[in-house]
C-alpha cells in the first residue's frame, strides 16, 4: 500500500530554472533590475527611492541588500558572497551618495564588485546639487553622479 508523496525535491537544477524563469520575466516586462548600494544610514531616503521603482509606470525594480553588520564582522566573506550574487542579477548598480556614504567600506566595495562584474554604475543623489565628498570608489572610477531624480532618464 504505500503510497508516495506530491513532487518531492527536485535538486539546485529546479532552483536556476525558477532563476532564469524570473530573469526572463524581467526582460520581457522592459523593466531594469538594478543593484541598490548605499550606506545603512541613508536608509530611510533609499526607501523613497525604491518607492518610486514600484510605482507601474516606472521601468526599474530595485535588487538591493542591506547589510547591517560591520564590514570586518566575522559573517563579511558571507555577506561579500550574498552581494556579489545580487549584483551578477543586475543590468546596473545605483549609489546612493549622502555625506554618510564617503568613508562607507561596503559601498566602496560594492562599487569595485560592480565594476569587476562589468556593470554600469551610476551614482543618484537627493539634492540640488551632489554632496562634496563622495566615496573613492566613485571619484576614482569617474562614475556620472546625476539627481535621483534624473535616473530614469538615465538608463
Given at each position: ?9 527536485r ?69 561579500k ?21 564617503k568613508n ?52
Amino acid at each position: 500500500m504505500g503510497g508516495g508523496g506530491g513532487g518531492g525535491y527536485r535538486g539546485v537544477g529546479n532552483v536556476d530554472k525558477l532563476l532564469q524563469e524570473a530573469k526572463n520575466r524581467l526582460k520581457e516586462s522592459g523593466r531594469k533590475n538594478v543593484f541598490i548600494s548605499f550606506d545603512y544610514d541613508d536608509a530611510n531616503e533609499v526607501n523613497l527611492l525604491r518607492g518610486q521603482a514600484k510605482n507601474d509606470n516606472s521601468d526599474i525594480e530595485f535588487n538591493d541588500w542591506s547589510v547591517k553588520e560591520a564590514f570586518n564582522s566575522e559573517n563579511a566573506d558571507y555577506i561579500k558572497r550574498q552581494i556579489s550574487d545580487r549584483i551578477k542579477q543586475s543590468s546596473l548598480t545605483v549609489v546612493y551618495v549622502s555625506d554618510n556614504t564617503k568613508n562607507s567600506d561596503w559601498v566602496n566595495w560594492e562599487v569595485g564588485k560592480s565594476l569587476e562584474l562589468g556593470k554600469r554604475v551610476l551614482a543618484v543623489h537627493s539634492g540640488d546639487s551632489a554632496p562634496k565628498n563622495l566615496p573613492d570608489s566613485v571619484k576614482s572610477n569617474k562614475i556620472e553622479v546625476i539627481r535621483w531624480k534624473d535616473l530614469s532618464d538615465n538608463i
